[in-house]
């Protein structure tokens, strides 16, 4: 049977919103490592590659934030707008920097995931929709 065919007839969806987040930031964190490596061995073409997809996966947090004044939100999108920018300086100082800050967010959200789950599978927050898209941005 057709993968496709199989991962639409799933009743529940294999992923809980949390841990797309937590697959995103390891997506991220993990590009600008690899980033990292490719600066100080001097391979600026592939370190360049990664910074662009780590910023890709940065705007997908982003957008997926709804900015609606609160302080929380406020400061979630100065983080990855930090994230962004420092990413797409690519100097190891603000790749660290970022690296810092998305790993620390992580951290966070790592903490909160069985209250998320439960809160998802609840209903109480929604969950993914199968026009979700976002995990192709680890590719």
Same mark, same amino acid.
């Given at each position: 049977?057709?993968?496709?065919?199989?991962?639409?007839?799933?009743?529940?969806?294999?992923?809980?919103? @949390?841990?797309?987040?937590?697959? *995103?930031?390891?997506?991220? @964190?993990?590009?600008?490592?690899?980033? *990292?490596?490719?600066?100080?061995?001097?391979?600026?073409?592939?370190?360049?590659? *990664?910074?662009?997809?780590?910023?890709?996966?940065?705007?997908?947090?982003?957008?997926?934030?709804?900015?609606?004044?609160?302080?929380?939100?406020?400061?979630?999108?100065?983080?990855?707008?930090?994230?962004?920018? &420092?990413?797409?300086?690519?100097?190891?100082?603000?790749?660290?920097? &970022?690296?810092?800050?998305?790993? @620390?967010?992580?951290?966070?959200?790592?903490?909160?995931?069985?209250?998320?789950?439960? *809160?998802?599978?609840?209903?109480?927050?929604?969950? @993914?929709?199968?026009?979700?898209?976002?995990?192709?941005?680890?590719?």
């Amino acid at each position: 049977m057709n993968p496709y065919v199989t991962y639409q007839r799933q009743t529940t969806p294999a992923w809980t919103r @949390i841990d797309m987040l937590l697959a *995103l930031f390891d997506g991220s @964190i993990d590009r600008c490592e690899q980033a *990292l490596a490719a600066i100080q061995r001097q391979d600026q073409h592939t370190a360049k590659n *990664l910074l662009v997809k780590a910023r890709l996966i940065v705007l997908g947090l982003a957008s997926g934030v709804v900015p609606d004044g609160d302080p929380v939100t406020t400061t979630m999108l100065q983080l990855y707008e930090y994230a962004q920018h &420092a990413l797409g300086q690519g100097t190891v100082e603000d790749v660290r920097g &970022a690296l810092n800050v998305l790993r @620390i967010l992580r951290e966070g959200f790592q903490k909160i995931r069985a209250e998320a789950i439960d *809160l998802e599978r609840r209903g109480l927050i929604p969950p @993914i929709s199968s026009s979700t898209s976002t995990v192709q941005m680890l590719a």
